[in-house]
């Protein structure tokens, strides 16, 4: 990593702000804040370190934020605790490189925590274990780690979807399931060698068996296939729930709450039971052009709904017991599954795909249900784009270890929104800034990526 002066990064926070290798902590913080970026710093595989600015804050007094010093008073002092806590608060004791620097005229720590060797992860408070007690770098933030991300230090060649499931059999397989992976796949490949296979050697090739005792269904065996009697005694909270709501909001009354519809059974059947109801629900239209005879449908494109449900069923962390949300607003479809993404919210939808559930995934792919190349957010992307709808949103949240996608079901731009805009006339907007407001009001939020 290069080696800065406080002042160089000093300006490079006010230039680009804190991104995944530069932290200012102006002093108010705690002494455990410190130590999450030192721990996230040092664990962060190929970031190399980064560098924390002690003395050093972001100034929210102003309409346009800026970084500003605030002087330590007593320099050797705060070096001292700093250095004593590296060494005794973690599993293993942290060497950070600190200096005392000057920025206009007021002294400050500079603080280069280097990233520890893969032999030494992951770093964790002692008192805390792991893996809640450990820190990744995601972005500009500090996050606490998950049994997945324990995966990424250990090296663990075994994902979570090959996890025997003790009890289980040949008799826990649907038929119904299998049938429906033949017919798929001979649709892809009707000379796949693997529509050949018998029953138990077509679950043995798609590594859905237990590698140790070949009659024991694994965790992608039971999920991908599994009866809906197997699934509910040995993971009763593995299921969907679809949800309508009345409104625009999460249960604004009382008196009116929300009608649910509880779905369980194998992924390969429950997928196309998820789209009929929601594509019952759905409002449908037709336009038809003044120069054509070919009327179109107009409305929530059906590719776009599987692929948001399709990414939900696929990379859902099955560590979690409880189910997949999806809920059905007046001007919206929301779609909550547990786990968040492993690929970074400013990555989706570029080339490359990172999942959870590697066997599982490649059973989607193979029937031409998904994709592994990352190209599904594009794609839901341009088929919304194409329907003249608002783009999907998607929010990444590992705090919660979930992942939530929204499909406006709203055309841009309609009479009652340019009614609406015309409040802002004055302002000179741009067709940009106009439907940024439209996609606020809707959803309350919006995104970069949006």
């Not at 560098?51 to 050093?56: K, N, S």
């Not at 859902?316 to 786990?339: A, K, L, T, V």
């Not at 409040?423 to 407001?437: M, V």
Request: hydrophobic share 35%; net charge negative; charged share 25%.
């Amino acid at each position: 990593m290069t080696d800065y002066s406080a002042l160089e990064l000093f300006d490079l926070l006010n230039e680009q702000d804190e991104c995944d290798w530069i932290e200012a902590k102006g002093g108010h913080e705690s002494s455990h804040s410190v130590m999450e970026t030192v721990c996230a710093f040092a664990n962060e595989p190929g970031l190399g370190g980064g560098y924390i600015l002690l003395g050093v804050a972001e100034d929210r007094s102003t309409p346009f934020p800026k970084y500003i010093t605030i002087n330590i008073a007593d320099p050797d002092k705060s070096q001292k605790d700093f250095v004593s806590q590296c060494s005794s608060m973690f599993n293993t004791p942290v060497r950070p490189k600190v200096s005392v620097e000057r920025i206009h005229g007021d002294t400050v720590l500079k603080i280069k925590v280097d990233e520890l060797p893969d032999s030494q992860k992951p770093l964790y408070f002692s008192s805390e274990g792991l893996p809640s007690g450990a820190y990744r770098r995601v972005g500009p933030t500090d996050q606490r780690c998950t049994e997945d991300d324990l995966r990424v230090f250990y090296k663990d060649s075994q994902s979570y979807d090959q996890v025997p499931i003790t009890g289980t059999g040949l008799a826990d397989v649907d038929e119904t399931a299998l049938n429906r992976y033949r017919n798929l796949r001979e649709k892809v490949n009707p000379v796949a060698e693997e529509l050949t296979y018998s029953d138990a050697e077509l679950l043995e090739a798609l590594g859905c068996l237990n590698k140790q005792n070949k009659s024991e269904l694994n965790l992608a065996g039971l999920i991908l296939f599994g009866s809906s009697k197997a699934l509910r005694s040995f993971y009763p909270m593995l299921r969907v729930d679809y949800i309508r709501v009345p409104g625009k909001t999460w249960v604004p009354d009382p008196d009116d709450r929300f009608t649910t519809i509880d779905m369980r059974g194998p992924l390969l059947t429950l997928l196309f039971r998820l789209i009929d109801a929601i594509n019952a629900d759905l409002p449908k239209g037709f336009l038809l052009p003044d120069d054509s005879i070919q009327a179109t449908a107009v409305g929530l494109p059906t590719k776009a709904l599987r692929e948001a449900i399709v990414n939900a069923l696929m990379h859902r962390s099955y560590r979690e017991h409880r189910p997949i949300q999806i809920i059905r607003y007046d001007n919206r479809i929301e779609i909550i599954n547990p786990g968040y993404s492993l690929k970074s919210e400013e990555r989706l939808g570029e080339p490359g795909s990172e999942t959870r559930n590697p066997f599982i995934a490649a059973v989607f792919h193979e029937t031409n249900l998904a994709e592994t190349k990352g190209s599904g957010i594009r794609a839901m992307r341009r088929l919304m784009a194409q329907a003249h709808l608002a783009p999907p949103t998607f929010d990444s949240d590992r705090n919660s270890n979930q992942f939530t996608s929204r499909l406006l079901l709203h055309h841009f731009l309609d009479k009652e929104d340019l009614e609406w805009l015309a409040n802002f006339e004055s302002l000179n907007l741009t067709d940009d800034q106009k439907q940024a407001l439209i996609f606020v009001r809707e959803v309350g939020a919006i995104d970069n990526q949006t």
